[in-house]
């Protein structure tokens, strides 16, 4: 069964919401799919960041379900690509933030492994929490 | 000169071989890089969110200490503030502009640390590549005892230096200063289209995988122009590049290591600066073999 | 006594929708010298008109008041509706109800309404001080300089030419032909550039009305409508055309080697050289820059070989002066410097070309004799410097979709087994036969792809290229090997375009082209009366629409000149001379005037012709000798002092002076687009804010108002130069006197606008209005104190 997409005032406010908390407007990506091209992560995103974009457009909540935004690297390749100067690393942070003010975490702290722990340097585990915990 | 500087956590632990290095380099150009004394962590990523403040008040709390320096007399009239990981060097720099450009924040992150002197919004972040290009490679040219010629040197750049564009130190998409250094030691540096691709980054922790997916792109795309060693600033880069290349390894057979330098630890060797301040142990894949290789390190 | 009869418009709604349009009606009524009010749907159209024309017999008016839109919309048709009931076009006044009042205040209908009663009070006190004024006429002449020999120059002087105009063309390069001479074929059709424009350009010299001057550059223009004052620099050929047969001989001997302009750096050519094949003039240059020196001890191989005697070393750069009466300015576009988009490795990368390179290309290959081997997969990327904020040019380009489908097809015919892709955004086919000639394209297997392509990057084994780019439509990444990559760049004006409108002071668009009167209605108007665009100048466009363009301004041109006179606005300055005596004052009005055009003999003389009506010499007369027609001491004072009425105790009012250039027309446009500021803002018109003295500033604090803002065009784009040193003076001046009676400086502003700051505007109004909510009203004692 074919999905179809209903747009209602509802999804205004999400679109709104994440608006406000990456300071974007959101509603000026023409989708034009630089920041896709671009992005080093994207090969592991099930849904590309200009289709992340479409969806916060369209007010679709569904995308807090998708891995996209919790493989950003924020390396901001996006960021100094888009033709529109849109700043997508914030947009994807903004996503992120909502589900973690919720205090839900994406990373387990307890699940990385002894030997990883040891190695890994202090910006990578620090950086992780920041991006992953809330 | 005394300038204000910055190590950050992983400089002290980890990545103790980019501090060695870069302080013996300071000082071999008349540079005392004075710690900052009471500093603490940056925070490592700088906070995206429009309505998060608490995020910047960690790295806004470090320019205060600048100011300190400058009143106690350990620096005169220096409001610069020398920073060599990458990551800091971005997160500082980001917050110092947040700030300036929004007084009220300002207002705010000074009223909630009451206990400390407000920042007044004077201070300049700045990294050392850039404060060696101010001074200028001739200088550094100057102080080159073994030049590195015939090491075929790959730089790489990652994110934190280059984006965005208003902390930038150099051409988002194309890249020189590296190269300029590097020339000015003598070394043949070789071009590598992928020098700004990001390593990963915090991926590691989770995404190993992917991770050493771009490890493996970075370095064998260096490796097929010719390079013999790569070369960072950033020790989460230095990470991903140089540890995770046992993870490249067992995903790509065919991989060669290839050795990644901090760019300082090449300085000092050029400087003819004693081994012992690189710290060649903190190095993943062995660089001392191609260094002796090259002549440039006795046996 | 007078007679002003008063209309108020509900402008179909836009007005009455907001404003009480009764009420202000009934407001006007009690107004002294008003002996008709009406008030009606849409006074500009034919029966609102002709209501007008009726009243002024009917009720015998002497001066008229509409209360409606912007004078700067329908204030000419109504100055016409006027004059045709035999009275002044001058004594009819307009109060901007709408743009300036309706339209930003929409949320505040009741101080909508307020204002509005304000503004029609101030339009009734200037038009009770209206003179009856007539133009002055001018003569104008049939002569025309036009500037850049493009398709556009070339088009126009063809028209002008043979409508018995005398023409002077003039073209920096050493041939006419501009862009248009470089392309291989022209979309929809794919005929021939070369082969439709060389007729074109072979009439050029044969009309006996056009003086060409190739090789040559605009050094000084001075002057006004009717009398332009051109000084042109031709530089020397070293070749007479005359006596050059073409023979190539000259060319064989020289030593030096440059790249060919013509074909984009992509072949070369030698010091001598002809320019291209279809060069008009027909006629080797030799550029001494190249030259390895033009005497006979550095070389003079050309000139001994030359049997006809053409060369001559002896020559040197050639100034000419002639007048003109009108301009028009074709200076075309240039390609966008695509090194400025590092990431896709132009310059870099060998396989890297620009669509003008391809163009070269593809009429070399055309003849059997291609300059590179392209390769078998080409992909071609659009947007290249357009629709991109991180170059800074925002726009489309507009003929670039266009001519990549055609490039493309010209590649695909006539080696179909080529794979061809064009990574579009959007893919623009808006023109007649331009969908269709894109499904015809589509049909013969070019692919295009949704997606702006991210990165280029180039294996330096092979040279062959790599493009990274989202499939938007597929959500795939597409990552391809090409052989040959061409950016389809975008255009920007042309580089010697900055000058000409420098010297002409030729308003820009924010797009860095230049900026027609009116989008809709004057498309190839400047605001300059007499100088004209044509072609890319004014915006990017394909050949269609630039030889449109420029039959449009040849037609602008003719109708100023036909007619042989033209009307001069009566906006000037003019003597009181009861009260001018240069023996006290020193004539201090002659430094007074930027463009010089007061003189003291006896009295102080105006040179009608020179005179704007800036305005800035009034306040340089310490005798209040000086005045301006129009917006005259009294009637601005008038206007102050109405407009200031009836002000309640705790209410703050603040004047804005707005300059008609600039700033009224951008409040204009801050209505027009409904964005709302401060209602206590009182908008007066003015010429330009140097009409303003100190005097009259302190008489507006001391009649009511609590502050003023001075709108004014920035320096670079204002038709009078030097007025904002004038107009800080003044303020200055003013300052001073407000320190000394307490009242704060920060009450008076001055800020220089373009015409697209809205937001500017807008907050640096509403900055106003809070500082003086804060501080609250001017207290009587300190208002009445200041003058």
Redesign the interface.
Known sequence: MREKVVITSKNVEFLDKVSEMSGQPITRC?????????CPM??EMD??P??MMRKVQLGQEEVLGTRAMWLCASCFTCT??????LDLSKVAEALRQITLRKAVDHIDIRKIPDHEMKKLPQIALISSFRKFTG | MKIPYYPGCTLKTNAKNLETSTLEVAKTLDVELIELPRWNCCGTVYSLTSDDLIHHVAPIRNLIRVQEMNDSGLVKDENRLVTVCSMCYNTLKRSNLRVKENPEDLDKINDFMYLEEDYKGNVEVIHFLKLLQDMGFDKVEEKVRKPLSELKIAPYYGCMLLRPKEVGID?P??PTIQKELLEALGAEVIDN??KKVCCGSYQTVHEKDAVSNLGYKILSQAQ??GAEAITTSCPLCAFNLDNRQKEVKQQHPEFQHIPVFYFTQLIAIAFGVEKKYCRFDLNYIDPETLLKKKKLLQE | MKRIGVYVCHCGGNISEVVDVKEVASFAEKLPDVVMVKDYTTMCSEVGQKMVADDIKEHKLDRVVIAACSPQFQGVTFMRTVENADLSPYVLEMANIREQCAWPHYDFPKDATKKAKDLTNMAVAKARLDESLKKIMMPIGKRVLIIGGGIAGIQASLDLGDAGFEVYLVEKEPSIGGKMKQLSRTFPTEDCASCILSPKMADVPMNPNIHLYTYTEIKNIEGFLGNYEVTIEKKPTYVDPAKCTCCDKCVDVCPVVVPNEHDQGLTSRRAIYLPNSIAVPHSYVLDDEACLGLFPLACSKCRDVCEPGAIDYDLYPEEKKFTVDTIIVSTGYEIFDATQ???YGFG?YENVITALDLERMIVYAAEGNPLKNLGERIAFIQ?VGS????VGNEYCSRICCMYATKLASLLKHPHPERDIYVFY?DLRAYGKGFEEYYKRAQNSGIKFI??????V??D??TKKLTL?????LT?Q?IESEFDTVVLSVGLRPNGGTEKIADMLKLAKSPDGFLQEAHPKFRPVDTLKDGIFLAGAVQGPKDIPDTVAQASAASARATRLMNQGEYALDPVMAFVHEDRCDPAKCGSACIEGCPLGAISVNGVAKLNEAVCKGCGSCIASCPADALDLHVYTNAQLLSEVESVMQDKKKDETRFLIFADDTTAYRLSDNVGTAKMSYSVNSRIVRVPSCGRITPKLMLQSFKAGADGILFGESEEKSSPFPHVISTINSNIAKVKETLKQKKVEEERIRFVQFVTVMLVGFVNNVNDLADFIKKAGPIPDKERKALI
Do not use: H, L, N, W
């Open positions: 023409d989708q034009c799919g630089v920041c896709s091209g671009s994207v090969d849904i590309t200009s289709q100094v690509r888009c033709p529109r100067g | 051409d998409e194309d289209p992928y097929k122009e | 988009k590092a990431v870099k947007c629709r991109d904020e991180q955004t949704r997606g702006r392509v991210a990165e990057f180039e330096s084994r990274k780019v989202e499939d938007t959500r990444i």
